[in-house]
């Protein structure tokens, strides 16, 4: 019986065939995988539904490319979405993967106007990423843009996810209310929520940038530190990163901030 190496196949399935492996997508939308999946009077239960929600992500992509267009030195633009949890220290030797580790947040709010972003870094000894944190980053970012402005009055649109812990809440309106009362040249403030599901923005090209510069910067050695602090812990994370630390899996360069973890 004939038969082909794994070589031989590799090159007839990539050189003469237009295939090639489906790469399943992350994050896709709950209600649209729901529907596709469904058959029969499940699925037709779930039309009407289903054609709102696409007309629905479809305006809400218009409404934010007609912003975009918009964008200017009297109206700002911006997205904001906090990245994944990013943990430390990170590195490809095994004891590391059995550790608790340091988690640390991103908060990224990138102008639609002029492709900026502003990323707000924190680490959970030193605050949550609760609603709190995220209206402090907020207020920040208006707080910056102001002292650079100095036009006749300012329009500040916001997009964000519907997370309610941390976006969709009252404690964010409360800091849009506070920055519209501190700053007389803020002309309003508008927050647009992004349809649930449909929630990419141009976020997430900043998460995935910041990413593969982990990536890259894993190949020549571990990473072991966020910045500085002085936070408090869970006692087992904290016994874990001692730990580490005694046993020089982190070297003693960082020895004061881990032991400011205490
Ligand atoms: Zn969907």
């Given at each position: 019986?004939?038969?082909?190496?794994?070589?031989?196949?590799?090159?007839?399935?990539?050189?003469?065939?237009?295939?090639?492996?489906?790469?399943?997508?992350?994050?896709?939308?709950?209600?649209?995988?729901?529907?596709?999946?469904?058959?029969?009077?499940?699925?037709?239960?779930?039309?009407?539904?289903?054609?709102?929600?696409?007309?629905?992500?479809?305006?809400?992509?218009?409404?934010?490319?007609?912003?975009?267009?918009?964008?200017?030195?009297?109206?700002?633009?911006?997205?904001?979405?906090?990245?994944?949890?990013?943990?430390?220290?990170?590195?490809?030797?095994?004891?590391?993967?059995?550790?608790?580790?340091?988690?640390?947040f991103?908060?990224?709010?990138?102008?639609?106007?002029?492709?900026?972003?502003?990323?707000?870094?924190?680490?959970?000894?030193?605050?949550n990423r609760g609603?709190?944190e995220?209206?402090?980053?907020?207020?920040?970012?208006?707080?910056?843009?102001?002292?650079?402005?100095?036009?006749?009055?300012?329009?500040?649109?916001?997009?964000?996810?519907?997370?309610?812990?941390?976006?969709?809440?009252?404690?964010?309106?409360?800091?849009?209310?506070?920055?519209?009362?501190?700053?007389?040249?803020?002309?309003?403030?508008?927050?647009?929520?992004?349809?649930?599901?449909?929630?990419?923005?141009?976020?997430?090209?900043?998460?995935?940038?910041?990413?593969?510069?982990?990536?890259?910067?894993?190949?020549?050695?571990?990473?072991?530190?966020?910045?500085?602090?002085?936070?408090?812990?869970?006692?087992?994370?904290?016994?874990?990163?001692?730990?580490?630390?005694?046993?020089?899996?982190?070297?003693?360069?960082?020895?004061?901030?881990?032991?400011?973890?205490?």
């Amino acid at each position: 019986m004939p038969y082909g190496n794994e070589t031989l196949y590799s090159r007839i399935f990539n050189g003469e065939f237009n295939i090639s492996f489906f790469k399943p997508k992350k994050d896709r939308c709950e209600f649209c995988v729901r529907y596709e999946n469904a058959q029969g009077k499940a699925k037709e239960d779930l039309e009407v539904e289903y054609v709102k929600h696409i007309e629905e992500k479809e305006l809400s992509r218009k409404e934010k490319d007609a912003d975009k267009i918009n964008a200017g030195p009297n109206i700002i633009v911006a997205v904001y979405d906090l990245q994944a949890i990013l943990q430390i220290p990170r590195g490809n030797t095994s004891i590391f993967y059995y550790k608790s580790k340091l988690n640390t947040f991103n908060l990224t709010i990138s102008h639609l106007g002029n492709d900026k972003t502003d990323c707000f870094f924190w680490h959970e000894g030193e605050a949550n990423r609760g609603a709190d944190e995220i209206g402090s980053c907020v207020f920040k970012f208006i707080e910056k843009t102001l002292l650079n402005y100095d036009g006749p009055g300012l329009d500040l649109i916001f997009y964000s996810d519907n997370c309610c812990g941390q976006n969709k809440n009252r404690f964010i309106v409360s800091i849009y209310l506070f920055a519209l009362l501190k700053f007389p040249k803020i002309r309003s403030i508008t927050h647009k929520y992004l349809i649930t599901g449909h929630t990419q923005n141009e976020a997430d090209s900043v998460h995935s940038t910041i990413e593969k510069q982990i990536q890259k910067r894993l190949k020549s050695g571990p990473i072991y530190v966020p910045s500085q602090s002085k936070p408090k812990l869970k006692e087992n994370k904290v016994k874990d990163l001692q730990e580490l630390l005694r046993n020089n899996h982190i070297p003693h360069f960082y020895e004061s901030l881990y032991n400011s973890l205490k």
